[in-house]
């Protein structure tokens, strides 16, 4: 007689409602959305953010877990087309139903098309992005900053300033008033203040997707600022009746970890989660 593989018991969540969105999940895997923040939580966060990619056992993890859910999304801040090249997902045997809404929402990439839908670029964007070089150089900003350029967003890095916390903290106030000026929003991260358009977060990019595909459970996770609207989403469907799971990968952002129903050590134990996930189910 054969012997069954060893299944590795999943970690508990901490919360009832985390017991609950996790228990509905593996009772109809078939109606449930699991949906995953990409930087901090299938990508390590790196000095470089063009150096980021997706852990080396994502896609293997994703690839198994796809075909036994009803559904798979990465929602990212990122340009969808920069997710899908930098996580390794195109082209996958598992995943010809992966969605990327990339741009807080604003862009998606399917892959059942293997294309990227965009909206027009905010005019402020632009305008805001001509004006930052020399903005910068005026607050006496400019060492240490370095701008990112992401098509539908401009962000501003501080993660190699001689001091990245106070580098921050400077800034916040500034972008803020820049970002205001030219009719747009400042989205903190982590070591990140991002300008972008206003009306497009996580949080309605997700709401949209589970109820486009009219899930009765949803997992989410993340690990940054940016993924509070997610959270508050998955928190807004629960009591709508929709049972959801919140998980935090590592504890860089304590708004989001007090929230957690799940805290995992980083990117690794996110990718371990999901392999043992679709092994259980």
């Known amino acids: ?21 996790l228990a509905a999940l593996l009772a109809r895997p078939g109606k449930a959305v699991v949906a995953l923040d990409f930087d901090g939580t299938l990508a390590e966060i790196v000095p470089d953010p063009e150096q980021a990619r997706a852990h080396p056992e994502a896609v293997p993890a994703l690839a198994q877990l796809a075909p036994r859910v009803g ?18 997902f195109a082209g996958v045997p598992g995943l010809d139903h992966l969605v990327v809404l ?22 402020g964007v632009a305008a805001a992005r001509a004006e930052l070089p020399g903005f910068l150089d005026e607050i006496g900003a400019w060492q240490g900053t370095w701008i990112e350029e992401k098509g539908q967003a401009v962000a501003v890095h501080t993660r190699r300033a001689s001091d990245p916390q106070a580098a921050f903290e400077a800034l916040r106030d500034p972008l803020g008033g820049l970002a205001a000026r030219h009719g747009l929003i400042l989205e903190p991260g982590r070591m990140v203040l991002e300008l972008r358009p206003p009306g497009m ?6 709401a949209e997707y589970v109820r486009e595909v ?8 993340g690990d940054d600022l940016g993924d509070l609207p997610a959270y508050a989403a998955v928190e807004k469907l629960r009591s709508d009746g929709v049972p ?17 129903d799940l805290l995992l050590p980083g990117p ?3 990718v371990a989660f999901l392999a043992m996930l679709a092994q259980r189910l």
């Open 1 to 21: 007689m054969g012997s069954s593989p060893y299944v590795h018991p999943l970690p508990s969540p901490s919360t009832p409602a985390g017991r609950e969105g």
């Open 214 to 221: 009219d899930a009765e459970a949803v997992l989410y996770a």
């Open 244 to 260: 959801g799971l919140l998980v935090c990968s590592g504890t860089e952002v304590p708004e989001l970890a007090e929230r957690a």
């Open 102 to 123: 990339g741009h807080y929402g604003a862009e998606r990439w399917d892959a059942v098309t293997g294309t990227v839908n965009t909206p027009a670029p905010h005019p």
């Open 201 to 206: 977060d996580k949080g309605v990019a997700l």
């Open 71 to 88: 559904s798979v999304a990465v929602v990212t801040g990122r340009p969808a087309g920069v997710a899908v090249r930098y996580g390794g």
């Open 268 to 270: 690794s134990a996110v």
